[in-house]
């Protein structure tokens, strides 16, 4: 699914101001086929987000995936390849990155925090990504999917889509959790012909002000209202 998904997504285009484009589903396959393996079936929700961080999942191919949890909590190990045609100010350096990024440190300690370990936490959750390519200016600047021109997000979308209900299809999760309200637009257009429920939670984005305020204390009661019993903390 996730190598069907790699290969379409690598015969997209993008132009300027998009210089560069990072497929973390290629060069961290190892990493990112890691991380499928602890998906568990019927999860309580699908967590979506929308695409990778220069400092998360394009460096190690999971989603949200700060490096010290993706080795340390999900217990991820290994060697990244060099993508070709990487941006020179966002080196791709996979478990070995000494950067931090703030989106996926927030949501993964957080699951370390109330769950203690990553088999309980993917016990109620999975975690995925609409868009697997991290895109970036020639400055370094990260472009977000929603900020392409319409023309490549309509030889994106369909790809993305089509994979989202493969993983729905796959694990049969009770909802879709949009991290953000990209994300939940997103899965309400590639699952409008599905009965599956779709909320949203809080991004856990440094951007964000109210994300700043204290991200896990927002969202818990977020998810609480759309039903995710969540336990005491680990």
């Known amino acids: 699914m996730s190598g069907k998904l790699c290969d379409a997504v690598s015969d997209c285009h993008f132009d300027a101001p998009v210089t560069h484009v990072h497929n973390p589903l290629a060069y961290a396959r190892s990493l990112h086929e890691q991380y499928l393996a602890l998906a568990q079936p019927n999860p309580r929700a699908l967590l979506l987000g929308m695409n990778p961080g220069p400092w998360g999942m394009a460096q190690t191919g999971v989603p949200f995936g700060e490096v010290a949890h993706v080795r340390d909590f999900l217990g991820i190990d290994g060697e990244v390849q060099q993508p070709v045609g990487m941006h020179p100010q966002r080196p791709i350096e996979g478990l070995q990155c000494a ?136």
Not at 176 to 193: E, P
Request: aromatic share 8%.
């Open 99 to 234: 950067r931090s990024e703030v989106s996926g440190r927030r949501l993964w300690a957080w699951g370390q925090s109330r769950f203690g370990r990553s088999r309980v936490f993917f016990k109620t959750f999975f975690v995925w990504n609409w868009c697997p390519l991290a895109f970036m200016e020639e400055s370094g600047r990260n472009r977000t999917p929603d900020k392409l021109p319409a023309a490549e997000r309509s030889s994106l979308e369909p790809a993305c889509d089509r994979a989202l209900c493969e993983v729905v299809d796959l694990l049969q999760p009770d909802m879709v959790i949009g991290v953000g309200a990209f994300a939940q637009g997103r899965a309400q257009r590639a699952l409008s012909g599905s009965d599956i429920r779709i909320g949203r939670i809080l991004h856990p984005s440094p951007a964000s002000p109210a994300a700043n305020r204290g991200w896990a204390e927002q969202i818990e009661p977020q998810l609480e209202a759309l039903g995710i019993v969540l336990p005491a903390t680990a």
